[in-house]
């Protein structure tokens, strides 16, 4: 059980509202992209994954999330790890080598 703040859960409201519109209506060419942004230590990571859980939630639409880190040493572990711990056992995650240890052209649909 993660406790949010106030602004946190603020944030992941209207990024759940911003992308179910988005998702909605496709041919709305001035959001197709939506980019959130929150200082250092401010829980970006715990927040996306409530993100994720409420849209998984609230949507029709099958999902794929892809999280891609940039940085030097295992921040990409370092992410999976915390969003294991937020997400519990859904939706999976998994790191791309776990999941396409070859050549892959598919992301299968997992059903739980």
């Known amino acids: 059980m993660v406790n949010l703040k106030a602004y946190q859960q603020e944030a992941i409201e209207r990024l ?14 001035k959001n197709k992209i939506h980019v959130f942004r929150s200082p250092t230590g401010s829980g970006k990571t715990v927040m996306v994954a409530k993100f994720i859980e409420n849209l998984i939630k609230e949507t029709s639409h ?3 999330f892809i999280w891609i880190t ?4 295992d921040l990409h572990k370092h992410s999976k790890d915390k969003l294991k711990k937020v ?5 999976p995650v998994y790191l ?10 598919v992301i299968e649909k997992t059903i739980l």
């Open 16 to 29: 759940t509202e911003r992308t179910e519109k988005l998702l909605n209506n496709y041919t709305d060419r």
């Open 62 to 64: 099958d999902l794929c």
């Open 70 to 73: 940039i940085g030097k040493g």
């Open 87 to 91: 997400l519990g056992a859904y939706p």
């Open 96 to 105: 791309a080598e776990e999941m396409f240890p070859g050549h892959k052209n």
